[in-house]
């Protein structure tokens, strides 16, 4: 699927990651791994792993950007603009963004979201971060 190694949020009563499929009554930005509740445990878990790095961890967040953030096509992540897109959507979403509802599925690919790129930024340092100090 689309969001194959996003790192998703989870339904503890339901024992469920939240996926647009099982809950299809979410806003898309709440189920396609985006703003703070998309980034904030993967920002969480590339700080830790600066400090206390586990193998295991750092197998998933490399999983992470190479396979859903910045893989070669498709990701969160453009890498020919490194815009970010507003959410993860699948592949098949093709049409215009209607200015008036921004929560559309088809906004998913808009790269306007500023809430987005700080998140990003600073998992990108944190990456540089494990990278220099555990090459």
């Given at each position: 699927p689309f969001t194959h190694s996003a790192i998703l949020m989870y339904d503890a009563?339901?024992?469920q990651q939240v996926t647009r499929d099982k809950y299809p009554e979410l806003p898309h930005f709440m189920t396609g791994a985006s703003d703070d509740l998309g980034f904030a445990d993967v920002l969480f878990l590339s700080e830790a792993n600066v400090y206390?790095?586990?193998?295991?961890?750092?197998?998933?967040?490399?999983?992470y950007?190479?396979?859903f953030l910045f893989p070669p096509t498709g990701g969160l992540q453009s890498r020919t603009?490194?815009?970010i897109k507003r959410w993860a959507e699948p592949p098949n979403v093709?049409?215009?963004c209607p200015s008036l509802n921004l929560d559309s599925p088809c906004c998913g690919k808009v790269t306007d979201r500023s809430y987005n790129y700080p998140h990003v930024i600073n998992l990108w340092f944190n990456a540089y971060r494990l990278c220099r100090i555990y090459p």
């Amino acid at each position: 699927p689309f969001t194959h190694s996003a790192i998703l949020m989870y339904d503890a009563d339901a024992n469920q990651q939240v996926t647009r499929d099982k809950y299809p009554e979410l806003p898309h930005f709440m189920t396609g791994a985006s703003d703070d509740l998309g980034f904030a445990d993967v920002l969480f878990l590339s700080e830790a792993n600066v400090y206390y790095p586990n193998q295991t961890h750092v197998h998933v967040l490399d999983n992470y950007f190479e396979l859903f953030l910045f893989p070669p096509t498709g990701g969160l992540q453009s890498r020919t603009t490194f815009g970010i897109k507003r959410w993860a959507e699948p592949p098949n979403v093709n049409c215009p963004c209607p200015s008036l509802n921004l929560d559309s599925p088809c906004c998913g690919k808009v790269t306007d979201r500023s809430y987005n790129y700080p998140h990003v930024i600073n998992l990108w340092f944190n990456a540089y971060r494990l990278c220099r100090i555990y090459p």
